[in-house]
């Protein structure tokens, strides 16, 4: 019997040694900046077109009950990067505004393990294009947090001498970095879909032989929008010939009437790093997840949250639920539509669980691993996902419920499989929901109470650029 055991446990060994490994996935996160969950054609928009990313959509999957940890700029890219709710490592807001603005003090610690360290200890190599926007400072930057490469702006385009309310903020020149170095100031927003997406496409060419990390971080569709001139083409003489009289300020309103034409740049940068893939033989091994940091801006009327209530900033679904298409041939089904809940936060552990990374385990990580759901048609891991405005929490959702509370206090409560617009208050009708999902706020704000980890704090900050209003060097 004994000989047996033994020689089915050689069988055994045999057969693992012989059967091919499970190859490391490339892995590839692109997102926008301000683009609402109907902005794209997938997702219902008649308002722009957006062909390529509907074609990995029908090869891949949409997640349609999508989160990101919150629904503005920086604490939404802090959950991202790290797999925890903001207020858990203090990146709800910037030291003195809701997100980091030029020479900020405050910014992502550096103790924190974002994901681009998680894939790079598994032996990826790293990179980043585009908006950072997680602290200026040099000990803050993307080099610092786990990225072999960076090529973009340390936050938001618009934090330039030509902000529209510039009176007030005085920001310096903005500037465009290579690694740790600024190598331009101001540079033409007009050409940064086109430059960024350029980068990611040299990325791919230089490390097709070796498991890769990009995250493709668009300054666009946030305001002002820009587009480059090939996708100008189709806009009124009227709009043309406002934008040639803008000269060294920003026509903010006159740039809001291009939305269709950014949201067309960002399709095609999409379409180029498909083809790269295609083109460099690893579109096989590659999962591309594409994303939107928040909702809508507000002032952007051309813009769309599609069917949800509110926009970038709010605690409705239309705040901080985005919408989701990921692709990844023969691991992931093609032509999925999946509901069930899942978060940005969910991509660190996931991504770790496939390239064999290390998740750290000294501390709270609020992600999960949500591949289960995304190849196994499993239900989702989160038994609820917490909205908050700063470090205020407003709102909680447990499967199709969500429940908005004031002061802790219930105030409202939604089904959304019923109501996706969050329309018709049905807490009178369900009070023992309202119940149910109320005594899950405490035990989370116990969590937060107990494993909150700090922002890191850069004394004397000074922004990467000289004197405020200092014309650009070109």
Known sequence: MNKILKSIGLLSIGLAMSAPAVEKPNVIIILTDDQGYGDLSCFG?????????????????????????????????????????????????????????AGDEKGLNPNEVTIAEVLKSAGYKTGMFGKWHLGDQPELLPTRQGFDEFFGLPYSHDIHPYHQNQKKHKFPALPLLEGEKVIELDPDADFLTKRLTERTVAFIKKHKAEPFFIYLAHPIPHRPLHASPPFMKDVSPEIKAALDKEGKGVDYKTRDKIYKQAISEIDWSVGQVLDALKAQGVDDKTIVIFSSDNGPSKGVKLSSAGPLKGAKGSYFDGGPRVPGVIRAPGRIPAGQSIDELMTAMDLLPTFAKLSGGKVPTDRVIDGKDVWPVLTEQAKSPHQAYFYHTQNELKAVRSGPWKLHVKRGKPIALYNLDKDIGEKNNVLKHHPEVAEKLASLIPPFNESLRKNTRPAAKIKNPKPLTKEANQPAEK
Do not use: N, W
Not at 59 to 88: D, I, N, W
């Open 45 to 101: 928009a008649k308002h722009v077109s957006t062909p390529r990313i509907d074609q990995m959509a029908a090869e891949g999957a949409k997640l349609t009950s999508f989160y990101m940890g919150a629904a503005v700029c920086t604490p939404s890219r802090a959950a991202l990067m790290t797999g925890c709710y903001p207020k858990r490592i203090d990146m709800s807001t910037g030291s003195s505004f809701g997100v980091m603005l």
